[in-house]
T-cell receptor, first 112, second 110 residues
Framework: EAGVVQSPRYKIIEKKQPVAFWCNPI?????LYWYRQNLGQGPELLIRYENEEAVDDSQLPKDRFSAERLKGVDSTLKIQPAELGDSAVYLC??????????FGEGSRLTVL | KNEVEQSPQNLTAQEGEFITINCSYSVGISALHWLQQHPGGGIVSLFM???GKKKHGRLIATINIQEKHSSLHITASHPRDSAVYICAEGSLGSARQLTFGSGTQLTVLP
């Protein structure tokens, strides 16, 4: 069974440029998470979806970040415009219920 | 707000040593997760537990609900165990809202 797939794995952009990350969760997993992880720290939740509904986006910086999960399957996370402080690893995870989490490999963003 | 504290932050051990990583949290939880993160970023779920103890191969996770404390033990450690180990808790009332510790960097030397 395929795991959580994320792309791109690595992205280097200049500040003020837009960037988008894509996540394909495990088939049948209704809950999808986007996390941001800074170096030396644990993941921090950006947004959580239950099917296509964003049920927790309180930590998402809505002035520059947006996310969508059309049809309750794939999801995209967008940053526009990117700032230097956005450099981090963006992790997608999915879960079939309130149980075990399955993470993707992450997308490492470097903003120059 | 729940706080999740891990100790130690960094741990270096010789191959074969018994290793313990600790995790403390401040509010009641529904589940405690232990995760492993290798260089490159990928995170793997090791355990999810809400009471007692779980064992998988050389890994053992325990939790004491009264003391709000969990430990991850690695027996007969091996260099391939070198990774960051992260604990995360799901608070009572919303197991889907996880709070993560900052991780313990484990290095096992041959």
């Amino acid at each position: 069974e395929a795991g959580v797939v994320q792309s791109p794995r690595y992205k280097i952009i200049e500040k003020k440029q837009p960037v988008a990350f894509w996540c394909n969760p495990i088939s049948g997993h209704n809950t999808l998470y986007w996390y941001r992880q800074n170096l030396g720290q644990g993941p921090e939740l950006l947004i959580r979806y239950e099917n296509e509904e964003a049920v927790d986006d309180s930590q998402l910086p809505k002035d520059r970040f947006s996310a969508e999960r059309l049809k309750g399957v794939d999801s995209t996370l967008k940053i526009q415009p990117a700032e230097l402080g956005d450099s981090a690893v963006y992790l997608c995870a999915s879960s079939p219920d309130a149980g075990e989490l399955f993470f993707g490999e992450g997308s490492r963003l470097t903003v120059l | 707000k729940n706080e999740v504290e891990q100790s130690p932050q960094n741990l270096t051990a010789q191959e074969g040593e018994f290793i313990t990583i600790n995790c403390s949290y401040s509010v009641g939880i529904s589940a405690l997760h232990w995760l492993q993160q290798h260089p490159g970023g990928g995170i793997v779920s090791l355990f999810m537990l809400s009471s007692g103890k779980k064992k998988h191969g050389r890994l053992i996770a325990t939790i004491n609900i009264q003391e709000k404390h969990s430990s991850l033990h690695i027996t007969a450690s091996h260099p391939r165990d070198s990774a960051v180990y992260i604990c995360a808790e799901g608070s009572l009332g919303s197991a889907r809202q996880l709070t993560f510790g900052s991780g313990t960097q484990l290095t096992v030397l041959p």
